[in-house]
């Protein structure tokens, strides 16, 4: 697919057909970001890809708004970076996600970003399991010092998502000549 268009296509995709994922997919997509800069060369994100879905449906409750699309995904790849590698593992590891996003439209695949950061498993209860704990409870492979950043939920999208808006960049550019 022309690089335009894979830039364009992407939407983030809540509702998908079920269909599983393909591993072949998933690999050919992770491979091809790990390419992704990263301060100082630090290469501190890591990604985990789980296609096993009874286990990347738990996901799903990972907070109690914006994640229940994890429950009907085909698969779903997990957002680490080691904070003992780079100092900047928050943004290196949203570089590889959005780098990881276009990669996966290119393969014919729909995915979501859920973001897991500092967030609680429940919005209103400060007092909540932090979600963070929450994926590493369920995945006990999650290496000690990974932080968790985001889950990216991916599958087939059941719907045609709207194009994005043609062209903002009166409003969003600053140009000076
Ligand atoms: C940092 C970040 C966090 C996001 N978190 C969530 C989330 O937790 N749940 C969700 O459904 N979408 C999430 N999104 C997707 C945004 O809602 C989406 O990108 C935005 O509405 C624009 O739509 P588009 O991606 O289709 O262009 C997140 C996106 C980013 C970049």
Redesign the pocket.
Same mark, same amino acid.
């Given at each position: 697919m022309e690089f335009k268009d894979v830039m364009k296509k @992407?939407? $983030?995709t @809540?509702r998908y057909t079920g269909q599983p994922v393909e591993k072949e997919k998933l690999m050919r997509a992770m491979e091809l970001v790990l390419r992704a800069p990263s301060s100082k060369n630090t290469r501190s994100t890591r990604l985990m890809a789980v296609t096993d879905l009874k286990r990347a449906q738990k996901l799903g409750k990972l @907070?109690d708004y914006? $994640?229940s699309?994890l429950e009907e995904a085909g698969a779903a790849i997990i957002i680490l970076g080691d904070e003992e590698a780079s100092p900047m593992w928050q943004t290196n590891a949203?570089i590889m996600a $959005?780098y990881l996003q276009l990669a996966l439209v290119d393969e014919g695949l729909a995915s979501?970003?859920?973001?897991v950061g500092d967030y609680r498993t429940l919005q209103d209860d400060p007092n909540s399991q932090r979600s963070e704990d929450y994926v590493k409870e369920l995945f006990p492979e999650i290496p000690a010092n990974y932080r968790v950043w $985001?889950v990216i939920g991916v599958g087939y999208a059941d719907y045609t998502?709207k194009p994005?808006p043609e062209y903002e960049g009166p409003e969003r550019i600053i140009f000076i000549e």
């Open positions: @992407r939407r $983030s @809540r @907070r914006g $994640s699309l949203t $959005s979501c970003w859920v973001h $985001s998502p994005l």
